[in-house]
Structure formats: C-alpha cells, structure tokens
C-alpha cells in the first residue's frame, strides 16, 4: 500500500512562486509515474504535470514555462516548483502514484491560492 502526503501550499499573489512537495511511503518509488493535478471548486480534476520513472516530463499547456516537476527518488519525493503564478492557479493541487502494475494512489491534496 502507498501512502502520499502534499505539503507546501498556501496563499500567493499573483506573479509569486509555490513549492509544493509529495512524499510516498510504500511502493517501488523508483519505478512509479508520478503525477500533479489540480482541482478548482466545481470543475474537474486536471493534470498538470507528469514525472515518468525515466525522468521524462510532461506539462499542461496552460503551466508549461512555469511549472516544474522534480523527483528525489531517495527521499521518495515529487515536488513542483510554480512560478508565476495566476489567480487561474488556484486549487487542490493532489499528488498520484502509479505502480509498475498500473495501482493508482492519491494524496489528500494541498490548497494553493492565488490573489490577484
């Protein structure tokens, strides 16, 4: 069983940065697809960016050049560096854990809020 817990989120102004950071327990860290998504009041759950266990990355349009997703797999962390941040940034940033056997796990999210 993987456990994940987010930390790092809060309350920016816009043009400010947020680091937000997952820390798993359990799994094969080192061969997961980690993942970001975030999700605004009332809409959908979105990804945002995706680590995969090569290190290869992948960003939504809309956070491409700003955002960053990192990997330490000997701390067993993901994190995602936000820059610039928009008001449109706003949301439950969650962190997901696919398994080699394709096992999904989702952290209990973090609150990012950008003032305009």
């Known amino acids: 069983q993987v456990q994940l817990v987010e930390s790092g989120g809060g309350l920016v102004q816009a043009g400010g940065s947020l680091t937000l950071s997952c820390a798993a327990s359990?799994?094969?860290?080192?061969?997961?697809?980690l993942e970001w998504f975030r999700q605004a009041p009332g809409k959908q759950r979105d990804l945002v960016a995706t680590?995969?266990?090569?290190?290869?990355?992948h960003y939504a349009d809309s956070v491409k050049g700003r955002f960053t997703i990192s990997r330490d797999d000997a701390k067993r962390t993901v994190s995602l560096q936000m820059n610039s941040l928009k008001p449109e940034d706003s949301g439950v940033y969650y962190c997901?854990?696919?398994?080699?056997?394709?096992?999904?796990?989702w952290g209990q999210g973090t609150q990012v809020t950008v003032s305009s």
């Open positions: 680590i995969t266990r090569a290190g290869s990355t």
């Open positions: 359990g799994g094969i860290f080192s061969i997961a697809q």
């Open positions: 997901k854990f696919r398994s080699h056997l394709s096992q999904m796990y």
